[in-house]
């Protein structure tokens, strides 16, 4: 159950944290903030996750946080944002 909850985290935090950079470049307020709201709490997970995993030495899920992390990063390019002016 950990790794899904791991997987889960890192998706949301990498591709909302992509999305808040965007947001936050554009001047898009109300999108930044929900965007960093959804990093700071995906950010508690993965955080006790991923110490606990070096603590443990616990090599899969250090190497699903990281594949899990990239994937975010990906899947948040894929995402146009519409440009207001």
Same mark, same amino acid.
């Given at each position: 159950? $950990? /790794?899904? #909850?791991?997987? #889960? !985290?890192?998706?949301?935090? !990498?591709?909302?944290?992509?999305?808040?950079?965007?947001?936050? =470049?554009?001047? +898009? @307020?109300?999108? =930044?903030? /929900?965007? =960093?709201?959804?990093? +700071?709490?995906?950010?508690?997970? /993965?955080?006790?996750?991923?110490?606990? =995993?070096?603590?443990?030495?616990?090599?899969?899920?250090?190497?699903?946080? /990281?594949? !899990?992390? @990239?994937?975010?990063?990906?899947?948040?390019?894929?995402? +146009?944002? +519409?440009? $207001?002016?």
């Amino acid at each position: 159950m $950990e /790794i899904v #909850i791991l997987i #889960i !985290s890192q998706l949301v935090f !990498s591709f909302m944290r992509n999305l808040n950079v965007r947001y936050t =470049s554009r001047d +898009k @307020v109300v999108m =930044s903030l /929900i965007t =960093s709201m959804a990093v +700071k709490i995906a950010w508690l997970f /993965i955080l006790y996750i991923g110490v606990k =995993s070096m603590i443990d030495r616990d090599y899969i899920t250090i190497i699903v946080f /990281i594949v !899990s992390g @990239v994937c975010g990063d990906f899947l948040s390019f894929k995402i +146009k944002i +519409k440009d $207001e002016l």
